[in-house]
């Protein structure tokens, strides 16, 4: 669905715009969650835009009713690390 007068120009035109935004360490998860190809890079880039872009932060959330907690790859680490520790 799109909306009227929202174009693939409008789309890529905000994309760029937000990407020039992002930290230069966290543009390629944007990258490629934008190619559609990608959907790991798409669930970091979201848990980043979520967490203000803290890792660390996104690693420590406890939003459980959010659809992508089983998916945070930053939650994820940090459980594998304290399981192995
Ligand atoms: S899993 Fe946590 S950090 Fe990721 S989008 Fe959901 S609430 Fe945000």
Redesign the pocket.
């Known amino acids: 669905m799109k909306f009227v007068g929202y174009t693939e120009e409008t789309k890529e035109q905000d994309r760029k715009e937000w990407i020039d935004k992002i930290s230069v360490n966290y543009k390629n998860h944007f990258v490629k969650a934008y190619s559609g190809k990608a959907r790991t890079s798409a669930v970091k880039a ?2 980043l835009d ?2 203000t872009y803290d890792s660390a932060e ?1 690693g420590r ?1 406890n ?1 459980t009713v ?1 659809p ?2 089983e998916y ?1 790859p930053y ?1 994820r680490n940090l459980v594998r690390r304290k399981n192995q520790s």
């Open positions: 979201k848990c979520c967490s996104a959330c939003i959010c992508l907690y945070n939650r």
